[in-house]
Every structure is written in C-alpha cells, then in structure tokens.
C-alpha cells in the first residue's frame, strides 16, 4: 500500500462519505486543491459498459464552454493549399510527410494531432507512436477533416477528445482549480451531457454508476449523478 502523505489524510478529513450536490463538491474540490501549482479539475465516471463489445465503447469529443484553462498547441499534417490554411488558422506546428518524418523520430511538442483525410495512409505508419499518448488523429475524435480552420478554433477553445477505458471508467480533466465552482459546474454540465448523448447502444442497465471529481493531487468527491442530470444550465450560470 502506497503511504498516504499528511496532507493529503487533513484533505481526506474534510470529504465526507456521501454523494454532493454538483455545486457543493465543486466548492470542495477547490477548497482541496493546495499543491504548489494550478491543479486540473478531473472527473473520473464509471460507466455500465463493458468496452470489449464494439456495441459499449465510448469515445467522443466535449467542448467544455469555459474552456479548459491550458494553451493547447496544435500541429497539423496536411497537403498543397491546406498546409497555408492551418498556419493562418493558429496551428503551431504544420507540415506534410516531412512532419511525418519527424514524428517518427520522436517530435511530440504538441498536444492534439489534426491530418487531412487525404494524409491519413501515410499517417498510419504512426500509429504505434501516437496511439499510446492518445494522439493517433481519428474520425470520431474530429481530428481528421478538411476543415482545419474550424477544428483549431474548437480544439484551441476547449475541445477535448476522451474515452472510456477497458474497465469502462471515463477519466476527463474539465478546467484548473483556478475556475470558480459556476465555471467548473458548467464544464462539468458540458461533459454530462455530452456522455448521455452518446450512449453506445449496447449499454444495458444502470448506465451511470459512480462519478467523482477530484484536483490532481486532491481527494476524491463523489458527485449525486441524479442532481447532476437534473441540473438545468440556467441555473449552472
């Protein structure tokens, strides 16, 4: 067993074992959060699905409205005209096979990876670089398109690709422990709804199972999932 820090047991003393309304653990969560840096807020959601079955997998993209609190740099792999479009849409890094080549040979100093459809052969050959860091462009993750423009702004605003995990567990950091509880509560609304809307069809039973949120370095606050659904965005701000 991993030795449980001080400060860490003094932060645990203040969580009590119940399921929070979202605005009350929100506020927790920030009252938590006293490393030495600006913690992310995160969310960890189990979910009744067993991803094995193609019918129970979740991957998909969020756009958090108060966005994530962190510069996203953005490279893109594109062709001809397009490798001008996505440096004048802000893309920090862009280039065609010789970014390819590059990456091959260990360049990672971005955060999201956006290729034309067009690319996407030659992009394969990364697979086993990028897919471990969550990199590998894809379709469903809206990291694959012609519109590099608009896939940019999306992504550099708050866009977050995320997925569930083998044992169904869903891990999404929705802000900085910077934002106030308002702010965190409608990324989290965000993030809610945009897991209901995509519920693979072979999801039977009980979908949400438990839902906590934490800072980075914090303890985990178990959030009622019920309230959280219920929870009309005029009231989140």
Known sequence: ?????????????????????????????????????????????????????????????????????????????????????????????????ELIDEIQKGRMDFDKLIATPDVMPQVAKLGKLLGPRGLMP????????????GAIAEFKAGKLEFRADRTGIVHVMFGKTTFSPEDLLINLKALQETIDRNRPSGAKGRYWRTFYVSATMGPSIKIDVTALRDLKLSEAG
């Open 1 to 97: 067993m991993a030795k449980i820090s001080r400060r860490l047991q003094t932060l645990q003393a203040k969580v009590e074992d119940k399921d929070y309304h979202p605005l009350e653990a929100l506020a927790l969560l920030k009252d938590t959060a006293t490393a030495k840096f600006v913690e992310a807020a995160e969310a960890h959601i189990r979910l009744g699905i067993d991803p094995k079955y193609t019918d129970q997998q979740l991957r998909t993209t969020v756009a958090l409205p108060k966005g994530t609190g962190q510069i996203v740099r953005v490279a893109v792999i594109a062709r001809g005209e397009k490798v001008n479009e996505a440096s004048n849409a802000g893309a920090d890094i862009v280039g065609s096979e």
């Open 138 to 149: 894809s379709p469903k993750g809206g990291t694959v398109t012609f519109d590099l423009a």
